[in-house]
């Protein structure tokens, strides 16, 4: 089994900054892609960042110029760097990874999910 947990959130006026990790355990044989999701109240998941291996880089429109990720390989950890916070920032962030803990080079890669952390920007 795979395990991420995330941290980093919290509550920051606009125009403020956080920064999100997340870091996967477990019985992980190789990690294709990292990233980032998020939740606000009554809206569906969305897509915020992702990373495959240490440079491919994938971001939503909402959130270029102002969100950074980046990715510790040798930790298997993910980090969300979030600048000029903005209030409708505001969600429940998951992690995920797109990992294969299969054990083998042929093993299926699967989405694995983080329990999530809350980001309230105040406006």
């Known amino acids: 089994q795979v395990q991420l947990v995330e941290s980093g959130g919290g509550l920051v006026q606009t125009g403020g900054s956080l920064r999100l990790s997340c870091a996967a355990s477990g019985s992980i044989f190789r990690i294709n892609a990292m990233g980032w999701y998020r939740q606000a109240p009554g809206k569906e998941r969305e897509l915020v960042a992702t990373i495959i291996n240490s440079d491919q880089t994938t971001y939503a429109e909402f959130v270029k110029g102002r969100f950074t990720i980046s990715r510790d390989n040798a930790q298997n950890t993910v980090y969300l760097q979030m600048n000029s916070l903005k209030p409708e920032d505001t969600a429940v962030y998951y992690c995920?990874?797109?990992?294969?803990?299969?054990?083998?080079?042929?093993?299926?890669?699967?989405?694995?999910w983080g329990q999530g952390t809350q980001v309230t920007v105040s406006s």
């Open positions: 995920y990874c797109n990992c294969n803990a299969e054990g083998y080079v042929g093993g299926r890669f699967r989405n694995y």
